[in-house]
């Protein structure tokens, strides 16, 4: 038998968007809300795993909360492990809890896209409401949200950190302590939202003080299987919870599962490119053909030196990147497309999900990211079985302007490391070789053989109101009453920063629309 429940809203995904969406819709105490999630649920600090509560990198104790999908990233790297948060918190419960504002060329040209609601000048008030920052409590930041923003200590650098900041100063690049200052570029110190070691994941900040409120209920370890409509009105959700089947109602419904899994679960209800849809034998009822494309996301090439013996003792840090270059890749006709990190990483085994990889003793690592990418990739449905994972497919350096802007970078940091101004703490290079430096074709090679995922996938049910969208500038699904997706994926465009802060700003501000709330001006939050 199938059992019911009803509400008013229900949230799929109670990740960096559902969690804000449910504690922002409850303050509301006449609106009935059920967050589904797939994952587990650790309700407070005192009784979460460690490898939750402390903030660090993913390893191989994260294993149990995480979708361990695979995605082809390019012709030679056809299945790189792709993997996202699958608990309480989604991925802001796992993450690595950078915490960057979207800049301002992202944004407005969100707003050329999506409408003026979505302009830079309009979403700054709501990265303001996020965050507490604690080390520039002053008027461009936000002091009294519930997310702590602190930068790692000076005094608490790595030697490799603290090198890497005086050679980038050395080489003109500007110093950069805030970089969510507005137009802030150079090289300076990476903001976090931890505090005293704690990931303050959206489950921690923001779920934490909602749970006693009558009015909200969070259904873990349930997965959501697909979207009922009637006609064009969605009516409920049909998920599989550990008790058994479950159909629950609702007014309104809000897929907030993520960049892959919303567009996955709306072609599994139908809605989406017809020809996508039929392939696995779903019923079309909607043919919107932008559902599962426009996956927006962050290339990353890591390259790699041994430690000099006269380094010392090696800093193993949970996150070991503490300072970041932000500039504009070299020979690009694009602006701030470029991160270049420096870190000493350690031995512990790195998990990236689907493959375990034991690194081989401590390194100094330089990473750059391709931070605005050209090329776009897809997310199709490979069987209309909800348990089979999409095809994904990134699309990583595909058009020539990555490719050359991803070979300028790698160049550039394995100059940054050759520099003197790091003899004693570098030693020899180790990835990419001197053989796959040795021309263009050689590092396009390895570049496509290496290329990494930075994990942040966009752009996949994208807000505006021309064929491609999906969902209009508040999150509501172009055709359909009563459906919305809010979330990573309803980004036009994947920002030039980690996309995690943004997408808080995206619940914020989707929630104050759904509430009736005006929406929040810079004026009105500096008197708050
Ligand atoms: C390893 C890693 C490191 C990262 N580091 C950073 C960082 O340092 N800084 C940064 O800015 N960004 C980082 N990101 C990216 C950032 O965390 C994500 O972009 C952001 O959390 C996305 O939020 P979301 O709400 O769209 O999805 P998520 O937070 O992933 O939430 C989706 C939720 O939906 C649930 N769900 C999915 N399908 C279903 C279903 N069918 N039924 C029920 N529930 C479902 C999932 O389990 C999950 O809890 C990182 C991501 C990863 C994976």
Redesign the pocket.
Same mark, same amino acid.
């Given at each position: 038998m199938v059992a019911r429940a009803r509400y008013d809203t229900v949230i799929?995904?109670?990740? @960096?968007?559902? $969690?804000i969406l449910a504690a922002r819709l409850t303050e509301d105490r006449g609106r009935a809300v059920c967050v589904?999630? $797939?994952?587990p649920d650790h309700p407070d600090l005192e009784t979460m795993p460690d490898e939750l509560r402390t903030a660090s &990198?993913?390893d191989e104790r994260?294993a149990p909360y995480?979708?361990h999908h695979t995605a082809r990233a390019t012709a030679l790297r056809p299945a790189l492990a792709a *993997? !996202?948060?699958? #608990? +309480?918190?989604?991925? @802001?419960? %796992?993450?690595? /809890? #950078? =915490?960057?504002w979207a800049l301002r060329p992202d944004l407005d040209g969100w707003a050329r896209v999506a409408g003026p609601s979505w302009s830079y000048e309009a979403c700054v008030p709501y990265f303001r409401r996020i965050e507490s920052d604690l080390d520039f409590p002053n008027g461009a930041h936000g002091t009294t949200g519930p997310v702590p923003v602190e930068r790692p200590a000076r005094a608490a650098w790595s030697k490799a950190a603290a090198a890497y900041h005086e050679l980038c100063l050395s080489l003109g690049y500007p110093d950069c302590p805030d970089f969510n200052a507005p137009d802030a570029v150079g090289i300076g110190p990476v903001p =976090?939202n931890k505090r005293d070691g704690v990931r303050m994941s /959206?489950a921690v900040a923001y779920l934490a003080p909602a749970r006693a409120r009558p009015n909200l209920r969070i259904l873990a370890r !349930?997965? $959501?299987?697909r979207v009922v409509c009637e006609g064009t009105r969605a009516v409920a959700v049909e998920?599989a919870t550990e008790m058994g089947p479950l159909v629950v109602g609702a007014g309104e419904i809000v897929l @907030?599962?993520?960049? %892959?899994? !919303?567009p996955?679960?709306l072609m599994l209800s139908g809605i989406g490119p017809s020809e996508d849809v039929v392939r696995v034998g779903i019923e079309p009822i909607a043919d919107l053909r932008g559902v599962g494309r426009n996956l927006r996301n962050h290339p990353l090439c890591a390259t790699a030196w041994s430690l000099a013996p006269t380094y010392g003792e090696p800093e193993l840090l949970g996150i070991p990147w503490q300072t970041q270059l932000r500039t504009t890749a070299p020979g690009s006709r694009d602006r701030e497309d470029a991160c270049l990190g420096m870190a000493v990483l350690g031995s512990r085994p790195v998990a990236t999900a689907a493959r375990v990889t034991a690194t081989s003793g401590p390194k100094l690592g330089i990473s750059t990211l391709l931070m605005h990418a050209a090329s776009r990739g897809t997310v199709r449905l490979a069987s209309d079985d *909800?348990d089979v994972q999409p095809d994904i497919d990134l699309s990583y350096l595909a058009e020539t302007t990555d490719l050359d802007r991803m070979r300028a970078m790698v160049r550039l940091a394995v100059e940054l490391g050759r520099h003197s101004r790091l003899d004693g703490l570098r030693g020899e290079l180790l990835d990419p070789t001197p053989a796959d430096l040795a021309s263009d074709a050689a590092l396009d090679e390895w570049m496509l053989r290496n290329v990494l995922t930075?994990?942040? *996938?966009?752009g996949t049910c994208r807000m505006g109101s021309d064929d491609d969208s999906v969902v209009d500038d508040q999150g509501r699904v172009h055709g359909f009453e009563g459906l919305r997706v809010v979330?990573?994926?309803i980004m036009p465009d994947c920002p030039r920063?980690? +996309?995690?802060? /943004?997408? &808080?700003m995206v $619940?914020e501000k989707v929630a104050d629309a759904m509430r009736g709330i005006a929406p929040a001006t810079s004026a009105a939050r500096a008197s708050a």
């Open positions: 799929v995904g109670a990740g @960096s968007a559902g $969690a589904i999630e $797939a994952g &990198m993913i994260h995480l979708w *993997p !996202s948060g699958r #608990v +309480v918190g989604g991925s @802001s419960a %796992i993450n690595t /809890t #950078v =915490f960057l =976090f /959206t !349930s997965c $959501a299987r998920v @907030s599962a993520g960049a %892959i899994a !919303s996955q679960l *909800p930075s994990h942040h *996938p966009a979330d990573a994926s920063v980690n +996309v995690n802060a /943004t997408t &808080m $619940a």
